[in-house]
């Protein structure tokens, strides 16, 4: 069937909330890369045949990450008129047990983590019950609201992670989906749809955050016959793995947006460009691009409109440097991902020399909730400077590795304790990384800066990706920097001089430090170099990759100094 009107919408619509409220029993397996490192694949098969084997009529749908990482395998039971159990670490063992509380209507609380009553679709700004009342068994478990996973967050790019078959289309359509796509079409210009993103003030979420809608503003109203938008999907920083989870949880919610966003700039071709890695993202996008065109929501004359567009998939070959605008355009174009000098705006002049619109996974997948809810709901989350919410990956020192959305403004210390269950017993917090390794490392000291574009920098840091590692007092921070420059050196392209040899030689300083041959002029040195890759290296690899020596020097410059002096390592890390 081609969706041609909002009628047509309203149909689809229908058919997945049969699917996500069906008449039998729906159990829910988390399937992303950890769950299933953790035998989330083994409890699918226990499951499939305990319900067989117990003739009970259940439908096993694998999802994707509610963000409950430290969980994993997360299992939810929706029984038709109750309400939604989910349950965590969850074995093959345990499963006999949880079916036979499925046979008998009831819920397990021992392994429960919090049920779900109601349910808000954020694109839609509705509500829908699972349950018009409470059975008692079901009353001793904790409301999600309840839940401190849960309390800190406002869940707007990951609405649908966790909740939805990321291979449906019909279960994101019955969450809302392709209903801002259809307002866009049908009751907005271009202009208006721009406007909207300009008032909200959405700023960038794969770096320095810069403002989404004056990119989009200027891309519009740069001189070209062709334009372009692209999503950017090649997070590379190490141990993070946000966009890989946004991708594999709610494929369309990438494509709405980035569709508006092709129809706001005048753009018929959208590319998203993959890390090579991303194996099952690869799929669930190639699926969802399938299912799009099958619907007729790509394509031409989407949703019976004047406005055609069409979405090209190209893996990349994942390197760091092709995070960078123009190093990402050089390798769609079948070059080589480097750089080039940043006077010629890519909005302009970007793939193949016409005006382009480059944004990453998590920026298009908070375009269709503002495109439905309007810039004043936007703009009342988050800070004044920094609106909207933040997804953050967290690992490291902390009790509970998760994956989670906060509101911009949360403090660093409030994720760390509410989300990460606090630092690891008989430890003290020590230093917090929040953006990858351009964004250096600050001291526990400052550990109730709010997560803020603003804030972070004039702290020295920058906010990024948003993947946060937590370092206890075991952590050398002259060893963690070492690391970090290592992984820069590796993933610098070499095309300039400052970038290609000053982090080389800012490494081999770093491993002098860690062996014990350390001198005095070691510091001033590096700063030497520090400075100097800031303002000569030609693109922001190269520009931020100082950051961790220059963070660490400023807040832990004392470490250094006894790792020179001494000859010691103070947390016994380095080999001496």
Not at 299 to 313: A, E, P
């Amino acid at each position: 069937m081609k969706v041609k009107s909002i009628r047509d919408l309203n149909k689809l619509k229908s058919e997945g909330e049969k699917l996500l409220r069906p008449k039998n029993i729906r159990v829910q397996v988390g399937t992303t890369p950890y769950a299933l490192s953790r035998k989330a694949r083994d409890v699918i098969e226990k499951l499939k045949k305990e319900l067989d084997q117990q003739n009970i009529d259940a439908t096993v749908v694998r999802v994707g990450c509610v963000g409950i990482c430290y969980e994993e395998p997360v299992v939810e039971v929706i029984i038709p008129g109750k309400p939604k159990v989910t349950y965590g670490s969850i074995t093959v063992d345990k499963v006999p047990s949880l079916v036979k509380a499925i046979s008998k209507g009831k819920a397990v609380k021992k392994y429960a983590l919090y049920r779900t009553d109601q349910e808000e679709i954020i694109c839609s700004g509705k509500t829908f019950s699972y349950a018009s009342r409470v059975p008692s068994d079901y009353k001793k478990i904790p409301l999600a609201c309840e839940f401190k996973f849960f309390q800190p967050q406002v869940r707007i790019a990951l609405r649908n992670a966790g909740i939805i078959n990321p291979d449906s289309i019909e279960e994101y359509v019955a969450r809302g989906g392709y209903s801002a796509l259809s307002k866009a079409l049908t009751k907005m210009t271009p202009e208006k749809v721009i406007d909207v993103v300009i008032k909200a003030d959405v700023r960038g979420r794969g770096g320095g955050g810069f403002p989404a809608g004056l990119k989009w503003k200027t891309c519009r109203e740069a001189k070209g016959k062709e334009k372009y938008v692209l999503c950017n999907c090649s997070e590379g920083d190490p141990g993070i793995g946000m966009h890989k989870t946004l991708i594999e949880s709610d494929p369309h919610s990438i494509l709405e947006g980035l569709i508006i966003g092709g129809y706001a700039i005048g753009a018929m071709e959208g590319y998203i460009y993959l890390h090579y890695g991303y194996a099952s993202g690869k799929e669930k996008l190639l699926k969802a691009i399938d299912q799009a065109n099958e619907y007729g929501l790509l394509g031409k004359n989407i949703l019976g409109s004047d406005f055609s567009f069409s979405i090209i998939l190209k893996e990349g070959a994942g390197a760091y440097v092709c995070g960078e605008s123009t190093a990402l355009m050089a390798t769609l174009e079948g070059r080589s991902g480097e750089p080039r000098p940043k006077y010629i705006h890519t909005a302009e002049k970007g793939l193949w020399d016409c005006p382009t619109n480059l944004n990453n996974v998590e920026t298009w997948c908070n375009i269709p909730p503002i495109i439905s809810r309007g810039a004043g709901w936007y703009g009342k989350i988050g800070t004044k400077s920094s609106k909207g919410t933040k997804v953050i990956s967290l690992t490291g020192n902390v009790n509970r590795s998760c994956l989670a959305e906060v509101p911009m403004g949360t403090t660093m210390k409030e994720v760390i304790n509410k989300l990460g269950g606090g630092i690891v017993k008989g430890t003290k917090l020590k230093a917090i990384g929040v953006g990858g390794p351009p964004a250096g490392l600050l001291p526990a000291s400052l550990a109730d800066l709010p997560i803020d574009f603003d804030e972070l920098v004039k702290a020295g840091s920058l906010l990024g990706s948003g993947g946060m590692i937590v370092m206890n007092d075991k952590t050398c921070v002259v060893d963690m920097a070492r690391f970090f420059i290592k992984f820069l050196e590796e993933e610098s392209c070499g095309r300039c001089f400052p970038c290609r040899e000053g982090i080389k030689r800012m490494r081999e300083i770093l491993d002098g430090l860690s062996a014990g041959i350390g001198k005095d002029e070691d510091i001033d040195l590096l700063q030497e170099i520090v400075d100097c890759l800031s303002e000569a290296s030609l693109c922001d690899l190269g520009k931020s990759a100082p950051n961790v020596v220059r963070s660490t020097l400023r807040y832990f410059r004392e470490e250094y100094k006894i790792h020179i002096q001494q000859q010691v390592c103070p947390s016994k890390r380095c080999t001496m």
